[in-house]
């Protein structure tokens, strides 16, 4: 029997971007879109913080089983584990840029604060 030839497949560039971030102190921290190879957007991951770390969730449903409790299913997943791999860090990358970026503006009202409060003295 003749072996099949693999083929590994191109991967597209995944991009993260975050749409808005929510209450520090919550399971959900932001939510995000991803590009997919520039031919596909994702809305609405959520970037959730777990005992394991950050992970992105993808957009699911919710619905009631027979039984009335609540379930859920994605209706964006990946189909590979590098798939899910590279889509999990292209968000929680952009999470963390996202902080980075937030925690810089802070400092520099902060500072500006601090001279218009010693000016004023």
């Given amino acids: 029997m003749a072996k099949k030839k693999e083929q590994k497949k191109a991967f597209p560039n995944i991009t993260a971007r975050i749409d808005r971030m929510t209450n520090p102190e919550a399971k959900i921290k932001a939510y995000a879109s991803i590009n997919i190879g520039g031919a596909f957007i994702v809305k609405d991951i959520a970037v959730m913080d777990s ?21 859920y299913n994605d209706t964006v997943f990946a189909l590979t584990a590098e798939a899910r791999t590279a889509l999990n860090n292209a968000v929680v990358s952009a999470y963390e840029e996202q902080l980075d970026m937030q925690e810089d503006a802070d400092e520099a009202e902060y500072a500006d604060e601090s001279e218009d409060f010693m000016q004023g003295m």
Avoid: I, V, W, Y
């Fill in 51 to 71: 005992k394991n770390g950050l992970f992105a969730r993808m957009p699911c449903r919710s619905h009631k089983d027979s039984k009335g409790e609540t379930q």
